[in-house]
């Protein structure tokens, strides 16, 4: 029964061997668009309102701060095109970082990036929900809060289905949300063209009052106050760059076919809302989003004030708004997770982040977004404010630390060739944007929640530092093992021993060809000498996010496999041992390993299955989180099975020892 009821909400698993898997699962350029451009597009109900309000009295700016805002995400969209262009294996800010400016800024990047990602769903369903309620009345805004918790849960059981199916269910959301809002922003501009005279003497008067008073410098610096606090409006161009794995082939012409989707809809969808505060001069309302008194001044401005389609359209228009944001909170579970799996896979956080379902989902990482995400609500209840000045830093810092990458990038190619290029002055003008964004957020709003941004990020570093130190620990300890290579006959003859049925048979399991193993093999001898008369080696390659590339590196996982237990059995002949291998290409090792040991112990009635376990001299609480316990696991499955199962303990000493 729970068998089915997981098929049921997660869908039936995935078979690695069909060639048609990962197409299937790969997202075309508009779908693509749907996934992961929504948390750009949808950036547009709350960043250009922050900016408007930011205005105060000073309202004929917002022509000039339209115009900034379609300028700066043309600007960064074009900067990170050039970044799938050169990085087509996706990864985004983290890759770039890592690979330009070395693993420490990686790091920061990535860290950065996830707390990033929490922030998109936190940010993205608190605005969505505030975009709900603007049409309730204000009694009902006790309930927001469990509504978003219902949201995030809601969507982590999508994706945890698969990213496909979550993207495909939420199309027509996405297309609703396009249509309301070009009408919307259209509509408005028309009917008020005639009154732009009266609207361009407001802005030259305007401008010529506050020449008179504040000056050009205040005048100036109220404007770029007004810009850097709409950083929020441009808090989801990376998401696509990041995304590009899930992209069809070819990749870097899909990608960069999202990045100008995404481009020109947040540009005329912020531009355009932006300038349609000017025109009908919005203000801000209590329980209201400042979209909210846009769409009723809107229809206002039509004459349909109180008619049923006036109605229709406004809830329409603010529930598409509150559902794409909905929508948008798919680049957190999306990206998120993927870049979790690519600091997995370099040693910053566990290993198990990078494994796959039998979905194919990195069911863990949507876990631990999902779960953070609802914490991050629940420390800010939900206000918008503080989520997207939190959102906002980090973005920020990822986007810093790309350009500067892009920048040095093109600089090296320089000093090699001499040829510079065209996109290192992008890349320079974005880096410019992207700094002056970030400083101005940190000094303006860092008593106000800016300090709890940079201080997860700066927590984050440090934990993702302690966990790569105690790998590279392990790893240093585990290859005094390797010796044992250098202490074996290299010559004499394989030997192919006919295996008896009815002998005692010892399932050992194995990964690559090394010490590891070598190990394990010379410890059965030594526990139970001359006992067993054969060897059976058991190995399943593993499919995680890093090799899942499509069928042809499921070959190549299932290549590299048959070869390492080729050599074990080789090695095992050379002494006279009667030996075969087992294998399994798999997402699922533990489940894998079961049904090949059952299967041999049917061939091999008198078989004992072995499995190396790493033991820790100085045992901590942290370790099993690092450590999978995939032997116990499969001891305690076996056993209940009727199949006896030993571990090998592999001793790992403490550092003053080693």
Request: proline share 3%.
């Amino acid at each position: 029964m729970l068998d089915k009821l997981k098929v049921l909400l997660f869908g039936a698993p995935r078979d690695l061997e069909d060639p048609q898997v990962h197409h299937r699962m790969a997202l075309i350029a508009f779908l693509a668009w749907v996934g992961l451009g929504a948390d750009g597009l949808s950036s547009s109900c709350y960043g250009p309102e922050e900016s408007f309000k930011m205005l105060g009295t000073h309202h004929y700016m917002a022509v000039l701060l339209a115009l900034a805002v379609a300028a700066t995400v043309f600007i960064i969209s074009y900067a990170y095109s050039r970044v799938i262009e050169h990085f087509p294996f996706g990864g985004g800010g983290y890759v770039v970082s890592s690979k330009l400016l070395g693993p420490n800024a990686g790091v920061v990047s990535g860290s950065a990036l996830l707390i990033d990602y929490v922030l998109t769903i936190s940010t993205s369903i608190a605005a969505g929900a505030d975009a709900f309620f603007s049409f309730l009345p204000l009694h009902y805004q006790h309930f927001k809060l469990p509504i978003e918790f219902a949201a995030i849960m809601l969507l982590s059981g999508l994706n945890l289905r698969g990213v496909k199916e979550s993207v495909t269910a939420m199309m027509p959301i996405f297309l609703t949300f396009v249509l309301t809002h070009l009408i919307l922003i259209f509509g408005t501009v028309f009917l008020k063209l005639g009154e732009f005279p009266a609207v361009a003497h407001e802005v030259h008067s305007g401008f010529h009052l506050d020449l008179g008073t504040i000056g050009l410098a205040g005048m100036a610096a109220l404007f770029l106050r007004a810009y850097s606090m709409g950083a929020g409006t441009y808090t989801g161009i990376e998401a696509v760059s990041n995304g590009l794995s899930i992209m069809r082939e070819p990749k870097v012409q899909t990608g960069q076919r999202t990045m100008i989707y995404m481009a020109i809809s947040l540009a005329v969808t912020a531009g355009g809302i932006t300038l349609g505060y000017l025109l009908v001069h919005a203000a801000p309302e209590a329980g209201r989003t400042m979209n909210a008194v846009l769409t009723d001044r809107f229809i206002e401005a039509l004459g349909w004030t109180g008619r049923h389609r006036a109605h229709l359209f406004t809830i329409v228009t603010l529930f598409s708004e509150a559902a794409l944001l909905f929508v948008a909170a798919q680049a957190g579970f999306i990206d998120g997770p993927r870049v979790m799996a690519n600091m997995a896979h370099d040693s910053w956080l566990p290993h198990r982040f990078a494994t796959l379902s039998d979905r194919l989902t990195m069911q863990d990482g949507v876990l631990l977004m999902g779960g953070a995400s609802l914490m991050t609500l629940a420390y800010t209840h939900g206000d918008i404010t503080t989520l997207v000045l939190m959102y906002s830093i980090n973005v920020f810092i990822t986007f810093c630390l790309t350009e500067t990458s892009m920048i040095r990038f093109w600089w090296q190619k320089y000093k090699h060739s001499g040829n510079m290029g065209r996109e290192i002055y992008v890349h320079i003008t974005g880096f410019c944007l992207c700094f002056f964004i970030l400083m101005v957020n940190i000094f303006e709003k860092f008593s106000e929640g800016g300090w709890v941004t940079l201080t997860l990020t700066a927590t984050l570093v440090v934990l993702c530092a302690v966990i790569k130190r105690h790998y590279g620990w392990v790893k240093r300890n585990l290859s005094r093992l390797d010796e044992i290579m250098t202490a074996l006959p290299s010559d004499g003859p394989a030997q192919k021993v006919a295996l008896d049925p009815k002998a005692p048979t010892a399932v050992l399991l194995v990964g690559g060809y090394g010490g590891l193993g070598v190990h394990s093999l010379l410890a059965i001898q030594r526990l139970f000498p001359n006992y067993f008369k054969n060897f059976i080696f058991v190995s399943v390659g593993t499919i995680d996010s890093a090799t899942f590339k499509g069928v042809e590196a499921v070959e190549e996982v299932r290549e590299y496999t048959e070869q390492s237990l080729q050599s074990y059995v080789e090695l095992a002949r050379r002494w006279g041992l009667a030996a075969d291998y087992r294998m399994a290409v798999s997402t699922e090792v533990l489940e894998e390993a079961e049904h090949i040991c059952l299967d041999v112990s049917h061939d091999y009635p008198r078989s004992i299955v072995f499995a190396g376990k790493l033991v820790f001299q100085h045992e901590a609480w942290f370790q099993r989180l690092l450590h999978n316990e995939t032997a116990y696991q499969l001891q305690r499955r076996l056993q209940f099975s009727g199949l006896n199962t030993m571990v090998l303990p592999v001793r790992v000493l403490s550092p003053v020892t080693a």
